[in-house]
């Protein structure tokens, strides 16, 4: 969307939100923290501009028609030289 992400760091968002790089990430159930780097963010927009450019630039990396190309990939390397009888006996 072009903006900066705060996020909190649980779960699996620490996995797609790296801190300070594509956003930043604050702990979870925190108000002040979150309100802090929401404050941190309108403070320098130069850093906001920043973060939200690298967020942009790797949300291709979720597209599910890129994430499904990637499973399908996996599979078809797993099945490569085996037959579907092989696979039943398993």
């Not at 630039?57 to 009888?85: P, T």
Request: hydrophobic share 50%.
């Amino acid at each position: 969307m072009g903006v900066p992400v705060v996020a909190a760091d649980t779960g699996g968002i620490p996995d797609v939100i790296c801190h300070e790089r594509n956003g930043l990430l604050v702990p979870s159930g925190d108000p002040a923290a979150l309100a802090g780097a929401i404050s941190r963010l309108l403070a320098d927009p130069s850093l906001a501009s920043t973060l939200a450019g690298a967020a942009k630039a790797e949300v291709g990396r979720y597209d599910w028609n890129v994430l499904a190309q990637r499973v399908f990939d996996i599979y078809s390397e797993v099945l490569e030289g085996h037959s579907m009888m092989e696979w039943l006996k398993l």
